[in-house]
Structure formats: structure tokens, C-alpha cells
């Protein structure tokens, strides 16, 4: 069983920078693929970005060019640097993780396990 615990959630303003992190725990996430998404109030859970195994990304075209998903897996650990925050951008948001490590997706039901959530909320 894998534990996810997301952290690093805050108020900010329009155009700051947050860094969020997903620590794994109850075992190595090494294999798996990693995966971040958002909720924002009255929407459905939307697809933020995901990385392989392998280190291939994908990003959501609403935050390509200023968010970037990276992992460290010696730390066990997946993060999401914000960039040029934008009100648009508040929201409920959570790691997942998905078992089959090379799969690349931003499907939610092909993942496996998820965190508790951090909450942003971006002031315009």
C-alpha cells in the first residue's frame, strides 16, 4: 500500500511562485508513474501533469511554460513548481500514483492511489 501526503499549499498572490511536494510512504514509488491534479470549487478533478519512470512529462496546456512536475526518487518524493500563479489556478490539488511506471496519462481513473490534497488559493 502506498501513502501519499502532499504539502507546500498556501495563499499567494497573482504571479508568485509555489513548489508543492508528494512524499510516498508505506513504499518506494520508484516504479511508479507520478501524477498531479487539481480541484477547484464546483469542478470536476482536472489533469495538472504526470512523469514516468523514465522521466518523460507531460503538462496540461493551461500550465505548460509555467509549471514543471519533477520527482526525486531517492527522497521518494514528486513535486509541482508553480510559476506566475494566476487566480485560475486556486484549487484543491493532489498527487496520484499509478503502478504501471512507463505509462504516461492524465486519466484519473488509471491511477492507483492519491493524497489527501494541499489546498492554493492564487489572489488576484
Known amino acids: 500500500q502506498v501513502q501519499l501526503n502532499e504539502s507546500g499549499g498556501g495563499l499567494v498572490q497573482a504571479g508568485d511562485s509555489l513548489r508543492l511536494s508528494c512524499v510516498a510512504s508505506?513504499?518506494?514509488?520508484?516504479?511508479?508513474?507520478l501524477g498531479w491534479f487539481r480541484q477547484a470549487p464546483g469542478k470536476e478533478r482536472e489533469f495538472v501533469a504526470a512523469?514516468?519512470?523514465?522521466?518523460?512529462?507531460d503538462h496540461a496546456e493551461s500550465v505548460k511554460g509555467r509549471f514543471n512536475i519533477s520527482r526525486d526518487d531517492d527522497k521518494n518524493t514528486l513535486y509541482l513548481q508553480m510559476n506566475g500563479l494566476k487566480s485560475e489556478d486556486t484549487a484543491d490539488y493532489y498527487c496520484?500514483?499509478?503502478?504501471?511506471?512507463?505509462?504516461?496519462?492524465?486519466?484519473?481513473?488509471?491511477?492507483?492511489?492519491w493524497g489527501q490534497g494541499t489546498q492554493v488559493t492564487v489572489s488576484s
Open positions: 508505506g513504499r518506494s514509488v520508484t516504479s511508479y508513474a
Open positions: 512523469i514516468t519512470t523514465g522521466g518523460r512529462m
Open positions: 496520484a500514483a499509478k503502478i504501471i511506471g512507463w505509462m504516461l496519462t492524465g486519466t484519473l481513473d488509471e491511477y492507483d492511489y
